[in-house]
């Protein structure tokens, strides 16, 4: 068998920073599969596995080849479905979608804004090339002007994470006693903000950062191999 | 056996609108359960089985007291686990508190300051006695001042209803093909203003309330029953 994951980097292959990737990455381990990493840059994305996909991560297992990080932690339930759960049962498949929706439109932005001219200093030539216009045109703003207001995003990052705050106070996982791929959809996040940002908002006594370093500590520290960016 | 569940009422008892109330309705409808209304007034809440809780709802089931919407959802699936599940799984059990806290950070606060003198007009004399400077208290302002402004909470309720809208463009409930507790939980909230506002803010060719309505028709138009006060 042979699994392959195609994830995100720049000049260093080592530190992927995609948050897709990063979910991805986690719903592996989380089955404990072995697999390969295969770094790509963003220029290089349209040439994966014959153009398939603009985005990254994709998976390829042996024939089957699964584009989108929700796709492939579906893809792993099915073809796994022995080794740990990723859902937790149907209810908890369905119910991820609503938290992938809640960080993918509340946190993603401000973490975007926050880390994307440093994600810029990581790149070759190629992709600084590609990179600067696609997002200074996606976000209406020089990448130096979104790193300049970075600082004002800190509070409103911090103020909408309380959610999480109150199930933390409750349970030590998202996905309850145990982290399930709830867990990562948000670790996700936060771990793209570790490994590409000058900037680390959460404070050591927030709940959050002992439910983010667990997750730092899963599957054998799987995302400590990649150490933070500060 | 006798299930009884104390909800919450002005001076119509039978218009009961707490959103705790309506998850816990739409639980017991879910498991297809028959039960009591007992309808309290804010007022009457200390006194409800010996003073056990100052909210509602409270689930009395033979000998046994339930307090909290969310832990009545958890004792009817054990209690009655052969029967169509709440949650859908362990990891949609523990998922769910993720959406119960969202709801109830970023959904609550908004739907409070629209329909908060509404419902302030809905009491009789001694719960307005009660309300009115509880209330005031709590928010920091004047019924009216809240009142005033609650045209400007309308767009923020909408736009915090974009994770949901990201998910019915793929399933038709929260919980997947059907619904679950984490439908009730938002539903609830809505609910509340539904049945207590003199303003509504959904537009009817929004998703969200394509999703509300068919919350609304199910377990026989549980949710109809009572009708919208606008």
């Known amino acids: 068998m042979s699994l392959v994951l195609y994830t995100l980097c720049g000049t260093d292959p080592m530190r992927h920073f995609s948050p897709h990737v990063w979910k991805a990455v986690m719903a592996l381990k989380h089955k404990g599969l072995d697999f390969e990493e295969r770094p790509t840059r963003f220029t290089e994305i349209p040439g994966i596995e014959g153009g398939i996909t603009k985005t990254v991560p994709v998976l ?99 103020a909408r994470l309380e959610p999480l705050r109150m199930v933390l106070a409750r349970q030590a996982f998202i996905g309850g006693e145990g982290p399930l791929f709830v867990d990562y959809i948000v670790f996700g996040a936060l771990q793209w903000l570790r490994v590409t940002g000058t900037l680390w908002p959460l404070k050591s006594d927030d709940i959050v950062t002992g439910w983010f370093e667990r997750c730092l500590d899963l599957h054998g520290g799987a995302g400590r191999a990649v150490p933070a960016r500060l």
């Not at 740990?84 to 401000?110: D, N, Q, T």
Request: no cysteine.
């Open 60 to 158: 390829r297992h042996d024939d089957a080849v699964v584009v989108d990080s929700f796709a492939i932690a579906e893809y792993l339930e099915r073809t796994w479905p022995d080794r740990p759960s990723l859902f937790g049962g149907e209810g908890g498949h369905a119910s991820a979608r609503l938290i992938e929706a809640w960080s993918f439109l509340e946190l993603h932005p401000l973490i975007r804004n926050i880390a994307v001219r440093d994600i810029w200093t990581m790149l070759d030539d190629k992709d600084q090339a590609y990179f600067r216009p696609n997002r200074e045109e996606r976000f209406g703003a020089t990448l130096e002007a979104l790193h300049e207001g970075r600082d004002a995003m800190v509070p409103l990052l911090l």
